[in-house]
Nanobody, 124 residues
Framework: QVQLVESGGGLVQAGGSLRLSCAASGRTFGRYAMGWFRQAPGKEREFVAAVSWSGGSTYYADSVKGRFTISRGNAKNTVYLQMNSLKPEDTAVYYC?????????????????WGQGTQVTVSS
């Protein structure tokens, strides 16, 4: 199992930026894709962005495309989510997730390991 710890959440005004980080430990010798998901109060967890094991392929939800950027650190065990032009509707708990294969998907149930989440609040 891979253990995941998110950081970087906080309170920001609309139009601002935040950078989330996710550090993986434990079973890091295998190849795994990484994703970011979010869950707002009263809503289901939804896909935000994902990156392949190599870092060469990235995927985004339509709602964040052009504003968010996912990237992978050189050591492959860290993934980042740069969030620009934040909107109040981006307010949610953001979760990092790992899938034990090289390519990611957008489905919540395809990911085997999850972090505890970090709160992002965007004020209007």
């Amino acid at each position: 199992q891979v253990q995941l710890v998110e950081s970087g959440g906080g309170l920001v005004q609309a139009g601002g930026s935040l950078r989330l980080s996710c550090a993986a430990s434990g079973r890091t010798f295998g190849r795994y894709a990484m994703g970011w998901f979010r869950q707002a109060p009263g809503k289901e967890r939804e896909f935000v962005a994902a990156v392949s094991w190599s870092g060469g392929s990235t995927y985004y939800a339509d709602s964040v495309k052009g504003r968010f950027t996912i990237s992978r650190g050189n050591a492959k065990n860290t993934v980042y989510l740069q969030m620009n032009s934040l909107k109040p509707e981006d307010t949610a708990v953001y979760y990092c997730a790992a899938r034990y294969t090289t390519l990611p998907t957008t489905a919540v149930n395809d990911y085997e390991s999850w972090g505890q989440g970090t709160q992002v609040t965007v004020s209007s």
